[in-house]
């Protein structure tokens, strides 16, 4: 989501006159697009910001513009205080701050010149940022921002604020400009993506919203992340199933295969039922490759309810699984009333056991592709390689001589990793 966000900001920047820059210190905007979903992530954008206050010394009429989950919706005095050498403070998914605030420096005249486009970027006919376009042919569109089931440990209800769905009409644009520039892939993006729809009127559901731009000529892939086990239909199922350029992969995460664990992290259904669901998927989805979440040390988490968790990815045999260590994150209900007791060397061991659990899942998987033909998606060079994926989202390294950028080849897989694979063009 943050990619898409920053994506977005680029463009509108670009639509008032702005080129990108790859050096900070020749930039007259930067903006630092923050993630807090865990602590780490919160120092490491602390610390980069602290550290472009250096280029504003230098040169005062830098403008600096702190974007995202660390602003947040909520009151932003705070922040001001610490970082009085911030001038504009954005919301996530929201660059207007920023606009207004150039509005103010140069005049209203520079938003009358670019009425139209701005009319239209706020309505989904988006263009890909000009350092983008010819070498990015997968793209993100945002269909549900924010979220309101909050599950114990997620700050994302407090920081991007309630569930809003994206109007279908306004989704099918983007989707469409976007091919026009020549994008073949799109992963639609939703905290929980499949309740999309349901705070619109009419209640569109994403199964229809896939149909829809099944029908766009120039996509090839589609994608959608990330699911819940709860609205995870049978109609939803069944769609990705029917149509072709839909891909069969899904994230959908468990988080913890203990139902203890589950009902404090109020996921909303069980070992059980999460189980029952994968094996509905393998079923109805040909191929069908899975990844999930997983947080280990949940506060209260003990080793018997881990090993249950452990149990799961070992019977499940997931395609990836995205780890990681509980941290404790202000204001969200684990905070306020779950004390973080699971000692950090504890939630280490844990973390690793299941990390070396699945790279031996992962390897094993793998290996089923050795001299199978995939198709393959070229998004970039990469080291004298070419770098792509496959439907499955399986990365792939192929070495050609042959301009390859944005194409879909078939590739015959000749060695496979835990994490990636090798192939020849066929």
């Not at 199933?241 to 203990?258: F, H, N, R, T, W």
């Amino acid at each position: 989501m943050n990619v898409s966000d920053s994506q977005r900001t680029a463009s509108a920047l670009e639509m008032l006159g702005y080129t990108s820059t790859d050096r900070a210190e020749e930039a007259d905007i930067i903006v630092l697009n923050t993630c807090v979903v865990r602590q780490s992530a919160e120092n490491r954008a602390v610390g980069r910001l602290y550290s472009l206050r250096k280029l504003k010394d230098k040169n005062p009429d830098l403008v600096i513009n702190l974007m995202g989950c660390l602003v947040g919706y909520k009151d932003n005095q705070p922040l001001k205080d610490q970082f009085p050498f911030v001038d504009v403070f954005s919301p996530p998914s929201d660059p207007t701050p920023l606009l207004k605030h150039i509005q103010k420096q140069n005049g209203k005249e520079i938003f009358n010149q670019h009425k139209l486009k701005m009319n239209a970027y706020l309505d989904g006919e988006l263009p890909l940022p000009e350092n983008e376009v010819g070498k990015t042919f997968s793209a993100y569109i945002p269909i549900v921002y924010g979220c309101s089931f909050a599950c114990t440990y997620c700050i994302i209800p407090y920081r991007r604020g309630a569930e809003q769905s994206r109007p279908m009409e306004h989704i099918l644009s983007e989707a469409n400009a976007l091919a026009d520039q020549g994008v073949r892939e799109i992963t639609l993006l939703g905290q929980i993506v499949d309740r999309y729809g349901l705070d619109l009127p009419g209640k569109p559901t994403l199964p229809q919203l896939l149909n829809k731009l099944h029908q766009i000529k120039g996509l090839d892939r589609i994608r959608f992340l990330t699911s819940h086990p709860n609205w995870m239909t049978p109609e939803l199922i069944d769609t990705v199933a029917s149509l072709p350029k839909v891909c069969e992969y899904i994230e959908v995460p468990a988080q913890a295969g203990d139902n203890e664990v589950l009902k404090r992290m109020k996921r909303g259904y069980t070992s059980e039922e999460y189980r029952e669901l994968i094996y509905l998927l393998r079923e109805k989805i040909e191929g069908v490759s899975i990844a999930t979440d997983i947080i280990v040390g949940f506060p209260g988490e003990t080793e018997e309810q881990f090993m249950n968790t452990y149990k799961l990815m070992e019977d499940l045999q997931m395609d990836v699984a995205h780890l990681a260590r509980y941290s404790t994150r202000p204001g969200t209900v684990a905070a306020r009333g779950l004390p973080d007791d699971v000692p950090e060397q504890e939630k280490m061991k844990r973390f690793r056991m299941l990390e070396e659990l699945q790279a031996g899942i992962s390897s094993r998987i793998h290996q089923s592709y050795r001299d199978r033909v995939v198709e393959v998606l070229i998004n970039e060079r990469h080291k004298k390689q070419w770098k792509g994926r496959t439907r499955t989202n399986k990365l792939v390294f192929i070495n050609s001589d042959q301009n390859l950028l944005g194409k879909i080849i078939s590739a015959r897989i000749n060695w496979t990793g835990a994490w990636s694979m090798r192939g020849e063009i066929v």
